[in-house]
């Protein structure tokens, strides 16, 4: 049996050897993609000017159609809210046009856009008042975003019973758009490859997503997709290191190609959190974060949000740990320190009775040397002590250069301004200069900025305010919202007041408003309140509180 064992041990460690590095040099090769963030962000950003830039090139409403949808697949798994933008854009040159296939298309765009916001009832609306009978062409197309968007609603979903009919309707969906793409296209590979999945035909599923996976493009969305259904399936089947290198390989692909709403980091934070790499795990879990707020991509950040203050306490955790070896390993050195001196001390004692006379010299030497020898020792922990406070000191000034970039931004705002006034002085444009200094344009522009910011800061604490707000008001006094607004004057009175501002002189000073104003706008919405008028600022107060 040891024989057996030594032989097994022998032929399939380098094996297992070899997978550890090659998934190692993957975790490398995904650090360093993080890393170069910029890039792929500049990159992107490149494609979608080219794109804009063609759109003032043309006056043919087909070729404007072309570019919005191209538009819209640029920004659909980056920002949300553009992408959404840019389907309407579609959809109405598709209804000027009055070609029922481009109308159709753009309406699904728009559901699987809204569907990423999380504004499913909307986007349902839109699916349901298709006639998809008329444009068979793209059936499969509906089919899919019905399927992905019922998927979706089953993610939220906060029953039991409302999660297994979603789910349903997810698999009637899903099975209806297998049999309306072509035979070995993509989604057709996908939609059998989801099939034999939910089947639990993972052996048949494997080779139909590891052949085809070589042909996909590294500029395809989907290569990122068709991994991670490999990861899951790897999954099922144990086979846990496999699961881990497709995750990899398909948050790799998510990266590179500027995706902000994605599955397989997150996943993959997961499984390094569970085999304990935290520093990997909170570091890719914050960066999924971040692109999805970037995204507005709704269900991920939810996701996401149950996930973070677990890994966050773990690093934490973490943290604390190494903080509390390293005083123990400094408490330890000083003892050291302490008890090689009374066995010093005591050496000198002892040699001194032997003979005085060349023990005095022999000892001043002896104990210089020891002297110079803990002071070299002392100052090396020294050292190592300082060179663990620079790092903690380094982490701290990064996350102290990201707040003090947005003060960076507003310094250069003005410098620039001060260089303006400089040029027209220098120029002797008197009239000039009294027509920049007398202009609001720029005090204008930097409070719509700052108005900009807040509503958006507010709006991701209190992300239901609106909605609880217009609960507060009578039947059709809800305020509604221009295009392109976050919130109105209105609501940002009251956000001042739900965050504890109630005085009406510092409120109109925050919006530059009149006193009266201000006090006209309370007035007015009191009458507006459902209840008690004495009692609408203090509803508006629980906002939020699940009160």
Same mark, same amino acid.
């Given at each position: 049996?040891?024989?057996?064992?030594?032989?097994?041990?022998?032929?399939?460690?380098?094996?297992?050897?070899?997978?550890? @590095?090659?998934?190692?040099?993957?975790?490398?090769?995904?650090?360093?993609?993080?890393?170069?963030?910029?890039?792929?962000?500049?990159?992107?950003?490149?494609?979608?000017?080219?794109?804009?830039?063609?759109?003032?090139?043309?006056?043919?409403?087909?070729?404007?159609?072309?570019?919005?949808?191209?538009?819209?697949?640029?920004?659909?798994?980056?920002?949300?809210?553009?992408?959404?933008?840019?389907?309407?854009?579609?959809?109405?040159?598709?209804?000027?046009?009055?070609?029922?296939?481009?109308?159709?298309?753009?309406?699904?765009?728009?559901?699987?856009?809204?569907?990423?916001?999380?504004?499913?009832?909307?986007?349902?609306?839109?699916?349901?008042?298709?006639?998809?009978?008329?444009?068979?062409?793209?059936?499969?197309?509906?089919?899919?975003?019905?399927?992905?968007?019922?998927?979706?609603?089953?993610?939220?979903?906060?029953?039991?019973?409302?999660?297994?009919?979603?789910?349903?309707?997810?698999?009637?969906?899903?099975?209806?758009?297998?049999?309306?793409?072509?035979?070995?296209?993509?989604?057709?590979?996908?939609?059998?490859?989801?099939?034999?999945?939910?089947?639990?035909?993972?052996?048949?599923?494997?080779?139909?997503?590891?052949?085809?996976?070589?042909?996909?493009?590294?500029?395809?969305?989907?290569?990122?997709?068709?991994?991670?259904?490999?990861?899951?399936?790897?999954?099922?089947?144990?086979?846990?290191?496999?699961?881990?290198?497709?995750?990899?390989?398909?948050?790799?692909?998510?990266?590179?190609?500027?995706?902000?709403?994605?599955?397989?980091?997150?996943?993959?934070?997961?499984?390094?959190?569970?085999?304990?790499?935290?520093?990997?795990?909170?570091?890719?879990?914050?960066?999924?974060?971040?692109?999805?707020?970037?995204?507005?991509?709704?269900?991920?950040?939810?996701?996401?949000?149950?996930?973070?203050?677990?890994?966050?306490?773990?690093?934490?955790?973490?943290?604390?740990?190494?903080?509390?070896?390293?005083?123990?390993?400094?408490?330890?050195?000083?003892?050291?320190?302490?008890?090689?001196?009374?066995?010093?001390?005591?050496?000198?004692?002892?040699?001194?009775?032997?003979?005085?006379?060349?023990?005095?010299?022999?000892?001043?030497?002896?104990?210089?040397?020891?002297?110079?020898?803990?002071?070299?020792?002392?100052?090396?922990?020294?050292?190592?002590?300082?060179?663990?406070?620079?790092?903690?000191?380094?982490?701290?000034?990064?996350?102290?250069?990201?707040?003090?970039?947005?003060?960076?931004?507003?310094?250069?705002?003005?410098?620039?301004?001060?260089?303006?006034?400089?040029?027209?002085?220098?120029?002797?444009?008197?009239?000039?200069?009294?027509?920049?200094?007398?202009?609001?344009?720029? @005090?204008?522009?930097?409070?719509?900025?700052?108005?900009?910011?807040?509503?958006?800061?507010?709006?991701?604490?209190?992300?239901?305010?609106?909605?609880?707000?217009?609960?507060?008001?009578?039947?059709?006094?809800?305020?509604?919202?221009?295009?392109?607004?976050?919130?109105?004057?209105?609501?940002?009175?009251?956000?001042?007041?739900?965050?504890?501002?109630?005085?009406?002189?510092?409120?109109?000073?925050?919006?530059?408003?009149?006193?009266?104003?201000?006090?006209?706008?309370?007035?007015?919405?009191?009458?507006?309140?459902?209840?008690?008028?004495?009692?609408?600022?203090?509803?508006?107060?629980?906002?939020?509180?699940?009160?």
């Amino acid at each position: 049996m040891y024989k057996f064992w030594t032989i097994f041990l022998v032929v399939f460690s380098p094996v297992f050897l070899y997978s550890q @590095i090659k998934i190692d040099s993957l975790l490398d090769e995904l650090d360093t993609t993080i890393d170069k963030c910029e890039f792929y962000h500049n990159k992107k950003e490149t494609e979608i000017n080219k794109l804009r830039s063609l759109l003032k090139l043309t006056s043919s409403n087909v070729q404007k159609y072309e570019i919005y949808e191209e538009l819209f697949g640029e920004y659909r798994f980056y920002q949300s809210d553009s992408a959404l933008s840019y389907a309407r854009k579609s959809l109405k040159i598709a209804s000027e046009l009055k070609d029922l296939t481009k109308i159709n298309t753009s309406k699904l765009n728009l559901a699987s856009a809204m569907g990423t916001l999380g504004m499913y009832k909307e986007a349902t609306d839109i699916l349901n008042k298709i006639y998809i009978k008329s444009t068979p062409d793209i059936k499969g197309t509906y089919f899919g975003v019905c399927s992905s968007l019922y998927l979706s609603m089953s993610d939220y979903a906060a029953t039991i019973q409302e999660k297994s009919d979603y789910l349903k309707l997810t698999k009637k969906y899903r099975d209806s758009s297998y049999n309306f793409y072509p035979t070995n296209s993509e989604s057709f590979i996908i939609h059998r490859a989801n099939k034999l999945f939910e089947e639990k035909r993972y052996d048949e599923t494997l080779p139909l997503l590891e052949n085809y996976f070589p042909k996909i493009k590294s500029s395809n969305p989907d290569k990122a997709v068709v991994a991670y259904l490999i990861s899951l399936a790897y999954q099922f089947k144990k086979e846990y290191e496999q699961e881990k290198k497709w995750l990899i390989i398909s948050a790799i692909s998510d990266l590179q190609l500027e995706k902000k709403e994605y599955i397989s980091l997150r996943s993959l934070a997961f499984v390094l959190y569970e085999e304990g790499d935290i520093a990997r795990a909170y570091k890719y879990t914050k960066r999924t974060l971040e692109d999805a707020l970037f995204c507005n991509a709704r269900l991920r950040t939810f996701e996401i949000s149950k996930m973070m203050p677990i890994i966050n306490e773990a690093y934490q955790k973490q943290n604390d740990t190494n903080r509390r070896q390293l005083i123990v390993f400094l408490i330890s050195a000083s003892i050291l320190s302490l008890f090689l001196m009374v066995v010093l001390f005591l050496l000198f004692k002892q040699m001194k009775t032997l003979s005085r006379a060349k023990q005095e010299i022999s000892s001043a030497n002896g104990q210089l040397m020891t002297l110079n020898n803990e002071l070299h020792l002392f100052n090396e922990k020294l050292n190592e002590t300082n060179n663990t406070l620079k790092e903690a000191n380094l982490v701290k000034e990064i996350y102290i250069g990201r707040y003090m970039d947005q003060c960076s931004v507003y310094i250069s705002k003005l410098d620039e301004y001060r260089r303006k006034l400089n040029v027209i002085v220098s120029s002797g444009k008197t009239a000039e200069l009294v027509k920049v200094i007398k202009s609001k344009e720029f @005090i204008e522009e930097e409070l719509k900025d700052f108005y900009h910011n807040f509503d958006k800061t507010f709006l991701l604490l209190f992300p239901d305010f609106i909605e609880e707000f217009n609960s507060l008001l009578t039947d059709n006094e809800d305020i509604k919202l221009k295009p392109g607004e976050l919130m109105n004057t209105e609501l940002r009175i009251f956000a001042l007041i739900r965050l504890g501002i109630s005085d009406s002189v510092k409120i109109a000073e925050f919006l530059r408003y009149s006193l009266s104003t201000i006090y006209n706008y309370r007035t007015k919405l009191r009458n507006k309140a459902l209840g008690p008028r004495d009692e609408f600022e203090a509803n508006v107060m629980r906002i939020g509180t699940n009160k």
